[in-house]
Nanobody, 126 residues
Framework: QVQLVESGGGLVQAGGSVRLACEAS????????MAWFRQAPGNQRELVSS???????YYIDSVKGRFTISRDNAENTVYLQMNSLKPEDTAVYYC????????????????????WGQGTQVTVSS
């Protein structure tokens, strides 16, 4: 049973920073790609960033240069460092874990992610 527990959301002013963390349990963390999604009211859930088993990363264009995803396999945790936040980054952020072991490619495919955390709210005020 894969479990994902997020932490680190909250209210921040535009231009500020927030670091999200997601601790995983239930299987060997290092063997699977991990990702962060977000969903704003009225919008579909979108893939924000993902990281492969070897540390390869993907970002959507709107967060490139501002967000950084990383993973600590010893701690079974994936992080999302969010800097220079904008009001349009306001959303519920979800941690997600991939279904296929040893995913070196295709970790930017939304369909890969089948396990979900409960979500954490990030609100950026202008």
């Amino acid at each position: 049973q894969v479990q994902l527990v997020e932490s680190g959301g909250g209210l921040v002013q535009a231009g500020g920073s927030v670091r999200l963390a997601c601790e995983a349990s239930g299987r060997t963390f290092s063997r699977y790609a991990m990702a962060w999604f977000r969903q704003a009211p009225g919008n579909q859930r979108e893939l924000v960033s993902s990281i492969s088993v070897s540390g390869g990363t993907y970002y959507i264009d709107s967060v490139k240069g501002r967000f950084t995803i990383s993973r600590d396999n010893a701690e079974n945790t994936v992080y999302l460092q969010m800097n220079s936040l904008k009001p349009e980054d306001t959303a519920v952020y979800y941690c997600a874990a991939g279904k296929s072991p040893w995913k070196y490619f295709g970790y930017d495919d939304m369909e890969e992610y089948v396990y979900w955390g409960q979500g954490t709210q990030v609100t950026v005020s202008s």
